[in-house]
């Protein structure tokens, strides 16, 4: 029988472990649930050595958060290629990778985290919002959006958010037809304000113009066609 000998970490070493640690554990459950004692159990370490090299669990939670964000925001960068349709079903399924990867620690990062969060998790939340906002941006080939259209996009990011955060408390839809809805949802949050600013029309008609019959919004204008027929007239409005 043979005794294993611990290997010695260095300080870096030890804090990215820490930081993978707590990152999964806080993927299963909600930081508020989650022990120092646990953390310290599965790293294979004491709990006096946790506080060695976090004052306490916000701070690990903060330094996990930023891990995590870094990914989030990741989840974002897409190539420039293809019809735009295409590209942000793409994002999404990452996107949806992510949530179904973290669960509860995603509920737990957009709403702040352990007892309410903090502003350092805020501003982290906030640099992932800012960050999927400038990569949209990008992709329409836009440097100095309208106001309609930086409007449009902020929605639609904290549409996706608030869109995952529904469906992991009981995934009644399923995922693969949340993420085709989200980016029919960006076109029609664009088509929408399209229909009151001639700069946003000149946008939403050069997007759509690349798009195939066959792509994600080309599926949108067929739908849409389909319930056209069944949909009840609107009554003229008597003019006064």
């Known amino acids: 029988m043979t005794t294993g000998v611990r290997r010695r970490m260095g300080v870096d070493e030890r804090r990215a472990q820490l930081i993978g640690v707590a990152l999964e554990l806080f993927s299963d459950r909600s930081p508020d649930d989650v022990s120092i004692d646990e953390i ?7 709990r006096p050595l946790v506080y060695h090299y976090f004052p306490g669990k916000q701070s690990l939670y903060e330094a996990a958060l930023g891990r995590a964000a870094d990914e989030l925001a990741g989840r974002f960068l897409e190539a420039h290629e293809g019809p735009l349709g295409a590209r942000l079903l793409r ?24 007892s309410g969060g903090s502003s350092t998790a805020d501003a982290m939340i906030d640099g992932v919002r800012q960050a999927a906002y400038g990569q949209i941006l990008s992709h329409l080939q ?5 106001a309609r259209l930086e409007l449009v996009v902020r929605s639609w990011v904290s549409l996706a958010e608030t869109t995952a955060l529904l469906w992991l408390d009981g995934r009644r839809i399923p995922r693969a037809e949340l993420e085709l809805q989200l980016v029919h949802d960006f076109a029609a949050l664009a088509s929408v304000s399209a229909a009151y600013d001639q ?22 204008l067929g739908r849409l066609s389909a319930i056209a027929p069944a ?8 003019s006064r």
């Open 40 to 46: 310290a159990a599965a790293a294979g370490i004491s």
């Open 142 to 146: 836009v440097t100095s959006p309208p």
């Open 91 to 114: 994002v999404m399924g990452r996107f949806f990778d992510f949530v179904e990867e973290h669960g509860p620690g995603f509920s737990a990062l957009l709403r702040g985290g352990p």
């Open 199 to 220: 700069e946003m029309a000149g946008i939403v008609l050069r997007v759509f113009a690349q798009e195939p019959a066959d792509g994600p919004l080309g599926d949108l």
């Open 231 to 238: 949909a009840p007239a609107v009554p003229q409005q008597r």
